[in-house]
């Protein structure tokens, strides 16, 4: 048995969820979402970086966290320490502080998401394999500090929903957010982020987007899983996939080396 010890261990239902390119590719879309409808959201589009490359902004954080998720807990924690400092810096630029709250709702929908994402593609998970996905991801806020952070899975999805309800608004930067994605992803991919949208985002999101339901989106999952039995769905996937960010989501099929660093 290794003597590293990692965030997350070798054997955790997190590595699984976070060890597959399709998963984080539905991680990705719900977040997409979620975050458009977020009222911190104008901390975002206080550095300019979302709406200029809004799939590359999400994608670094998708990525970052993944990172992090695979690393050796050393490593780990002084990549959460960077994020704490880049964040400090922007409130100084500011001149104002970024909310608990919306740290916790970043931390919230990652729990959620990894959860939803998971069971879509591949089956239920157990309560104590929910439990694990809230604790690592509980790890990380208690590493920056965050106040207010729930004590248990349970008590979390009273918070989650309180946080749904309260922190969720239809604004200008929702509307804008949007024609982003289109401008970046095309007609076409356009599309299919919002259909991936309507498979993972809770029922609020969904609602204040005014995504809708079509009943028959769960027969797609249904096809994409009989593609994967005959190994033919990477190349469905990969087809859609924007050029820019194909080959590191390609990538994300691979595990971490177990030796990453985030030193530099």
């Known amino acids: 048995m290794s003597g590293i010890k ?5 054997d955790s239902i997190v590595r699984k969820i976070w ?7 539905f991680i990705f879309a719900g977040a997409a979402a979620e975050f458009a409808l977020n009222k911190a959201v104008d901390w975002l589009y ?4 979302l709406p200029a490359d809004p799939l590359g902004r999400l ?11 695979f690393s050796k807990q050393e490593d780990a924690f002084k990549a959460i320490d960077r994020i704490n400092a880049i964040h400090k810096g922007v409130e100084n630029s500011r001149g104002g502080q970024i909310p608990d709250w919306a740290y916790r ?19 239920k998970l157990t309560d104590a394999e929910k439990e694990e996905t809230f604790n690592v991801f509980n790890k990380v806020g208690l590493r920056m500090h965050l ?12 918070m989650r929903e309180e946080h749904l309800q309260q922190n969720l608004i239809n604004s200008e930067f929702t509307v804008d957010l949007y024609l982003q994605y289109k401008k970046h992803l095309g007609s076409l991919r356009y599309r299919v982020l919002k259909q991936a949208q309507l498979l993972v985002a809770p029922k609020e999101v969904r609602k204040r987007l005014n995504l809708g339901w079509l009943p028959w989106l769960q027969a797609i999952v249904w096809g994409y899983k009989l593609l994967r039995l005959i190994k033919v769905e990477t190349f469905l996937r990969n087809a859609l996939l924007p050029k820019a960010y194909k080959a590191q989501i390609i990538a994300m099929d691979v595990p971490y080396l177990s030796n990453s660093s985030f030193s530099s």
């Open 46 to 49: 206080f550095t300019g970086r």
């Open 6 to 10: 990692y965030f997350v261990s070798e």
């Open 19 to 25: 060890g597959k390119a399709d998963t984080i590719l």
């Open 147 to 158: 106040a207010g952070l729930p004590q248990n899975y349970t008590q979390y999805l009273q």
């Open 105 to 123: 709702d970043v931390l919230f929908l990652l729990i959620d998401l990894s959860i939803r994402s998971y069971e879509l593609l591949e089956r």
């Open 59 to 69: 994608f670094s954080t998708v990525e970052y966290s993944r990172q992090i998720l």
